[in-house]
């Protein structure tokens, strides 16, 4: 059988060439595996679910009768046991589960500001 002269370079610049588009591709393309798509689509939704249960953390922490004692207990606590305090509170006991979350306690951690100032009485009035 007779091949073409050009059939030979045309194989190797087609090999090359998609070889070259993959490499280019993956590095700067921005293209993924599924694989990592999947990480990174997980990572998105534990994000957006965390930042969606911060208001309810916020809410329960607000309506606990309890508050200033813990957060009291949650500023007495070095920084890095804060979140585990807040998780003892009770406040990042999501409704309807048993056990507190530790992305949530951080987030709501971060939303309470406990390092503000002591709260002031709500019924206060500022007179000037």
Avoid: H
Avoid at 52 to 59: A, E, I
Wanted: proline residues 6%; negative net charge.
């Amino acid at each position: 059988m007779n091949t073409p002269e050009w059939l030979k370079p045309g194989i190797y610049g087609a090999v090359i060439g998609a070889a070259f588009v993959g490499v280019v591709g993956f590095s700067w393309g921005g293209w993924v595996t599924g694989g990592t798509a999947n990480d990174r689509a997980m990572a998105m939704s534990r994000t957006k679910v965390v930042a969606s249960m911060v208001p309810v953390c916020l809410d329960m922490a607000q309506s606990d009768p309890a508050r200033a004692e813990k957060l009291e207990t949650i500023r007495a606590a070095s920084t890095y046991q804060r979140r585990d305090a807040l998780m003892t509170a009770g406040w990042a006991t999501v409704p309807g589960t048993d056990a507190p979350n530790r992305d949530i306690a951080q987030a709501c951690l971060a939303a309470l500001d406990v390092d503000r100032s002591p709260e002031r009485p709500e019924n206060t009035i500022d007179e000037g």
